[in-house]
């Protein structure tokens, strides 16, 4: 599997972004996927996941009622809608897919085997 991750860029406090995660090689219906995100000089951390169905997502309680996960398995997408963005958002956002054999979702990145390359989201106050 291979994951394209796009739309960061840079947003005022308040404002929204939408990040995509395009996928090739096997069908997003196959894989629960997961967004992480690191801001420089701190460690990878989870921001949300959605189900292999799409029908379960998790959240970070940093980013819960601001941020939302979605799949659109048709177009082999996922999508992190990010509303209310604050500056301690600002960080390199990347998607991730678990093995298909799981169907559930996870806030561990290690439980992930694939990953896109970043993209940048820079909140100014």
């Known amino acids: 599997v291979q994951l394209q991750a796009s739309g960061g860029g840079l947003v005022q406090a308040g404002g929204s972004l939408r990040l995509s995660c395009a996928a090739s090689?096997?069908?997003?219906?196959?894989?629960?996927m997961g967004w992480f995100r690191q801001a420089p000089g701190k460690e990878r951390e989870f921001a949300a996941a959605?189900?292999?169905?799409?029908?379960?997502?998790y959240y970070a309680d940093s980013v819960k009622g601001r941020f939302t996960i979605s799949k659109d398995n048709a177009k082999n997408t996922v999508y992190l809608q990010m509303n209310g963005l604050k500056p301690e958002d600002t960080a390199a956002y990347y998607c991730?897919?678990?093995?298909?054999?799981?169907?559930?979702?996870?806030?561990?990145?290690?439980?992930?085997?694939?990953w896109g390359q970043g993209t940048q989201v820079t909140v100014s106050s």
């Open positions: 959605i189900s292999k169905s799409g029908g379960t997502t």
């Open positions: 991730a897919a678990r093995n298909a054999y799981y169907s559930g979702s996870s806030s561990l990145d290690y439980q992930y085997d694939y």
């Open positions: 090689g096997r069908t997003f219906s196959s894989h629960a």
